[in-house]
């Protein structure tokens, strides 16, 4: 058995000499608030960017879990990569899951990921705590496609994306969901990420000054708050689980740090010198043992369900939040423990355990998020979802 919980399960994986090469970039980064230039390079040396790309479009054909699993692994190395290359995953893997049931309309997107293109997401935003389903960006119709005006925050990958997945609203009330390219007039990249955590994802704004998106780059029209479409079900199957495992991969380098530093970190107190004799390191060691087992379980079950197309009907949605929620907490938990059981010596700035504390904690503002989750798991619950005002 061992510490880190996790087994490859795909036949494509990462380069272990690749990924130390990340992790000894990663403090650097972070500390100078600086893009993975170097960690990308690397990648695109792989391929990795076609990683969820089916094989007959020429990516590497990995499945959400497979996909899961390797993204977790790269976040045991280098967290802001993971994060960051996530977010341009689930891009691809909404599109290869689209073709999986027969629709073809974004093969585009595959195709431009085995060009080498990167995408990022431009969800967020101000004023407006129902991503996707509601927006406060604004989408006018005009002859061959729309414009679109508003500001998206939290875009991963910001030096280097070269499309936006955007959504906006018309005023008739229909969500538009829009592929911004990066050389469209009125597109202006707000260099303005520096934050707590996650720091080399560089997630800047984007400003869309009635920018022009044609209808071939329009990935669907839905009314405000319908999230039964299979475009916004696929997006959401191919982002927040891979989302959580990358604050899994956290939890458990953080584990692997914590159990080095008992076994190695002495005491003139104890009889055996080493820490790890200590009673209450031992339950310290075991509480984040429990927290992730309980919590990768969570997350595995949830991705071989959806690929073996389990009939959770209208549960899809709460388990999805739950899945989540419950990944990133025991994630944050797993870090909290490990840095109790290092010590002082962990919170010094340089240390990859402090790094590790400062990234963990941006889980939780991934959708859905504290209250959001609560919120949709509660109303599931209660079979009251849908339901208007919705207080």
């Given amino acids: 058995m061992t510490n880190t919980l996790s087994n490859a399960r795909t036949n494509h994986t990462l380069d272990t000499a690749m990924l130390e090469r990340f992790r000894a970039r990663a403090g650097e980064l972070d500390r100078t608030n600086t893009y993975f230039h170097e960690d990308l390079a690397d990648l695109r040396t792989v391929d990795y960017l076609a990683a969820a790309v089916p094989t007959h479009h020429g990516g590497w ?49 595959l195709q431009a990921a085995a060009s080498g293109e990167i995408f990022a997401a431009g969800h967020a935003e101000s004023g407006n705590d129902v991503p996707v389903v509601l927006s406060t960006c604004v989408a006018q119709r005009v002859d061959g496609g729309y414009r679109l005006t508003g500001r998206k925050q939290f875009g991963s990958n910001g030096p280097v994306w070269n499309w936006l997945g955007a959504h906006a609203m018309t005023t008739d009330g229909q969500i538009v969901h829009a592929f911004v390219d990066r050389r469209s007039d009125g597109v202006t990249v707000v260099e303005n990420w520096d934050t707590l955590g ?35 079900v696929a997006m959401n199957m191919w982002a927040l689980p891979v989302i959580a495992n990358v604050y899994l991969g956290i939890a458990e380098r953080a584990m692997e740090l914590a159990i080095a530093s008992a076994r190695g970190k002495s005491s003139i107190a104890i009889e055996r010198s080493a820490y790890a004799y200590n009673p209450m390191v031992q339950h310290q060691v075991a509480q984040m043992y429990l927290e992730l087992d309980a919590a990768i379980a969570t997350a595995d079950r949830f991705v071989d369900d959806w690929m073996a197309g389990a009939d959770h009907g209208a549960q899809w949605g709460p388990r ?6 419950r990944s990133v907490e025991a994630a944050k938990r797993v870090v909290d423990i490990a840095l109790d059981v290092t010590g002082g010596a962990g919170m010094f700035r340089g240390r990859e355990l402090e790094r590790l504390y400062r990234d963990v904690r941006c889980g939780g503002f991934h959708p859905g998020n504290d209250a959001l989750t609560h919120e949709m798991v509660g109303k599931a619950a209660l079979g009251i979802t849908g339901q208007t005002p919705r207080w």
């Fill in 320 to 325: 999805l939040l739950s899945m989540k929620w």
């Fill in 61 to 109: 054909g990995l499945t959400l879990g497979d996909l899961a699993q390797s993204q977790r692994r790269l976040a045991r190395y280098a967290p802001a990569t993971a994060l960051a290359t996530t977010m341009h995953f689930y891009w691809t893997g909404l599109a290869a899951e689209l073709e999986r049931f027969g629709d073809s309309s974004l093969v585009w997107i």
């Fill in 198 to 232: 996650m720091r080399p994802s560089q997630s800047h704004d984007t400003v869309l000054d009635d920018v022009y998106v044609p209808d071939s780059r329009i990935g669907r029209v839905l009314p405000a708050g319908d999230d039964t479409d299979l475009f916004y």
